[in-house]
């Protein structure tokens, strides 16, 4: 109940798209303007991005306008502004609290996330510890490429050429561009890499290089002895190939083409000019152990020294892949290390910063203060802004959950927390749900926005009806669903008879499921049909730009 909800303590507010957030947030405005007659510029309303502000500025901006205007005439065609010209007394008064906040509406103090930390450490820079001068740089990435550079000059110049064969062929890592967007992808302001990885030494390089020069040698003076042995009949079709005219080299047998392959390939594995790592894949075939399986039933074995040889480069391969994986692990984990302390020392130096370091940098400050046991920042900011509205909470991660309870969830605080639960299980920006989930316990008071004024009925319903037959569809049993109702129902009878959500089942050709590749196709073109009949429908009016499709991949929308 927006008219009656106390204006006091730690509130939290889950609403789902189209319930009407920005209307609360506005209406609440409009409370603590009137109620607790705070200036705009007292009133924090906080959300994520530029145009989410300015969005905010103007649905706040008319909504004070609307309420002084009813006040003015004494009645208001909006619910809310008529149940305040009803509860106050003195119309006087709240049009001249109204107007004052319309007139200093260009102080009013809605920021996104970085433009409030920018804020205060700019205001209370003795209290932060922080320059005045501070360079902000929205976009890091050219720091980070040098800070990549330098790590992988540092740790990759010298490196076994095994090692960088192994990153570049097993892992597609070919330069520091993959470290700097491992960084860069990272959600979340704080990390910690678990566990600690050490440096694992690759103990097996040595054996393996001796293993691999005796089978470079016996391949120089074996190979056509070992090529005529995988000819051999006695070994299986599905291994080394038939004995049927190849298709596309008629001249020759699927076993020739197939042998032919695997010699080129160990030609090139054995090269002087390449550092024969990893192995080569089809470098099975030549092992003892592939060849005695491939063998048909009552033939003899064809062997040869360089099968075996080939079972000890196989084996060592093996134990030497197993340790280059961890040395990558630890790489990975000393990256997170050294671009931290490089980027810190570089961005002091150069006496710049970054989006999140806004965050980090208040965040600190108030951490810092509190072990020392002090509070002159905290009630800098509070005797700054007396009341705050955090929009779109649900994408809060931990480092902003602290700031704001620190800063507001205080006894006489006010802080009223924003946003769709549901959301939040995606991480995106940074999201974090367990802070999420924190905040929602350590609230004061929970609500949830239940109208939806966006959708159809027959669709809300057809919602509910999906997801309130599971008891946590949504994995965490905080993140409850809570069955919507239609904020208008006036279109409720159209609604009733055109079905508002079809579920379409596609069935399997014969007793095996579909081939996902085809399934795909005459999924594609079953909805390029419905929106083609949709479209020439004379009995709908419904346009081209009226149509979404959610599809999973780029390609799926091509």
Known sequence: DLMHVSLSGTKLIEASAGTGKTYTIAGLVVRLLIELKFTVEQILVVTYTKAATEELKDRIRRRIIQARDGFSNGKCDDVLVEQMIDKYDDHEQAVQLLNDAIVDFDKASIFTIHGFCQRILYENAFETGKLYDTELVPNPTELLQE???????????????????????????ADPSYFWRMYQGASGLELNIIPDFEK?????????????????????????EVANLMMEPALKANQYGSFKPNRHKPDLSNREVRVSDLVAAMDRFVDPAGPGFPLFKGFEKFTAANISKSVKKNQGFPDHRFFHICDRLDAIGKRLKDEMENRLLFLKSAYFKFAKTQLAKR?????????????LDVKDALTKEAARGESSLVDAVRRKFKAALVDEFQDTDTVQYEIFTRIFQAPLGLLFMIGDPKQSIYSFRGADIFSYIAASTGADSRYTLFKNWRSDPGLIK???TMFSGVRSPFLFDDITFEKSTAGDESCADEADSIPSLYLWYLPSAG??????????????????NE?????????????????????RTNRQAR
């Not at 054996?207 to 089978?215: A, C, G, P, S």
């Not at 095996?512 to 399934?519: F, G, I, L």
């Open 147 to 173: 800070v990549a550079d330098d790590f992988w000059r540092s740790y990759f110049y010298g490196a076994a050429p095994e090692f960088i064969c192994f990153l570049l062929y097993e892992k597609k890592i």
């Open 462 to 464: 057809a919602v509910n």
């Open 347 to 359: 961005k002091e130096r150069g006496n710049i910063q970054f989006y999140n370091d806004l965050l």
């Open 531 to 551: 929106i083609s009949h949709l479209i020439r429908s004379q009995s709908n009016t419904v346009y081209p730009g009226e149509i979404a499709v959610l599809v």
């Open 200 to 224: 694992s030494e690759m103990s097996s390089l040595d054996r393996y290089r001796k293993v691999f020069r005796q089978l470079s040698e016996q391949w120089q003076q074996s190979r056509m």
């Open 511 to 528: 007793d095996k499921p579909m081939n996902k590749s085809d399934a795909v196709q005459i999924i594609a073109e079953a909805v390029g």
